[in-house]
């Protein structure tokens, strides 16, 4: 990078988006200029450049206020419910926020992190540029930036494999650039924009409020279209092996897993040890090498496959079922009791390209799941990992004495439930014996919904069918609802079981709502009638009493 006429900065890596907003060149320029001697305030600057371009995001769909003290967190997650931040881009603005908010609070960060962040912001400005301005924008490689004082092997590594692909995919020009970067004119640099930067950051206000009031005339069909450039650009982030595998190393640590995937590995000597739950990286099979191979103390539980996001992650739990079935006892660690169940050795297989789980994208996003200790076990997508204590309850678990208690369960509880209210429950358990995931109840209201629910819940407790509710990572879905509207439907599926408001008023449950207006009607009539019954003369109380009861005959046919 260098320093042109008018001070100009030119990047190899985020120079495009001077379009869009200078600050974004300026903040990742910085975050360049620090890698090498201070990864810490490398991280900082890309948390900012992130915000920046959220804002900018929200700007540009008419989304942003500029007099709310918004959180990040809460700018992202708005941008997302609105469909203007789809899966993998959204992913990546929060690896930004988290990574910058580590190095801001615990001064934490180091040049693998670093590295990886850089990558992150490049791929979301790319993002960005496809999706408000050119859509077949062709970036280029990305630049790594000048060689850290301290480096790892594998950060070296990384670090010579990126110039490679850079020299042979750039031009002259950009390897002149790239050759200008002299430790001197860097520091130059650095020092006049951070002079700049104040005066910067209320210019690129100005231009955010310019955007907004533009972006809020724009008609309803031109937004419509934004998202679905957004999305389309968001297919093409390409995120290389090393960061696939840095995102999976994130929500592993994040279930409770000890993982490095450059530095937790077989080959560097990692092993079991008791006490610990390792993520063990390029852990070897008869069948080829694990990417990841989990163990809770010495037993292992489960086999993870790796995929980069353009990859079947659904498809690849067969190569995870692979390892599971050429497992070999390499040293002290133990298989859990049971093994082998048939051809498997290890009871639970993973397959993930690091992408959270997208319906849409059903068989290429999310961390899919089979448990092979049963045969009619299938493949599942899960929002998140299992954590280590997680695999160990769900190993101790015997699904089948579950519901064969459930079959035998009664229902002698200390409250009385209706027949209909027992029928709702059998069929949730027998549809939850089929292993299904999503199911839905439809009972009118006022049938006892929630007293149903109470002894759902009760018996699959008791019987150790679940061991608790609201499991986030792997939520068996169960919805009660009176009127399965479509967008319910479309969530858990056709009800297991319906109780109607007729069927309720038939057998008693409730009261028609028209049989209401009938009593309250003939309430008034029969007062009125009453009343002539007590007249003076003998025609009138004969004339009151004929329709009397007449009177009561209609109520007893309406009743």
Sequence with gaps: MSVGENNTLKSPNFAFLAVHEPQLVRLGTLAEQYFAPDPVTCLMKLRQFGELLAQLVAANVGLYDVDAEESQLKLLNRLRDKGYLPGRSNQLFHELRLAGNQASHSLSGDHRAALSNLKFARELGIWFHKSFRDANFKPGAFIPPPDPVRETEALRQELERLRQEANESRSAVEMALAKAAEEAELRQLAEQLLQEAEAEAKAALNRLTNLQKRAIEQPTDVLQQTIRQAQQAEKEVVLDEAETRRLIDAQLRAAGWEVDSEQLTYANGTRPQKGRSLAIAEYPTADGRA?????????????????RRSKDVSGAIDQAKRYSRGYQ???????????????FKVPFVFATNGREFLEQLRTKSGIWFCDLRRPENIRRPLVSWY?????????SQDVEEAHRKLAEEEFNYNFTLREYQKKAIQKVEAALAEDKRQLLVAMATGTGKTKTCIALVYRLLKTKRFRRVLDYFDAVKIGLTATPALHTTQIFGEPVYTYSYREAVIDGWLMSWGRCKI?????????SCWRSCSAKSDRSRMTARRRLKRWRGCLLRAW
Excluded: C, H
């Design 291 to 307: 990417d990841y191979a989990l163990f809770v103390g010495l037993q292992v539980v489960a086999v993870v496959e790796a995929k």
């Design 519 to 527: 009593r309250r009607r003939s309430q008034v009539l029969l007062m």
């Design 329 to 343: 006892i390499k040293g002290n660690e133990t298989l859990p009791d049971g093994s082998p169940w048939g051809e």
């Design 387 to 395: 954590s280590p204590q997680g695999l160990v309850d769900m190993l």
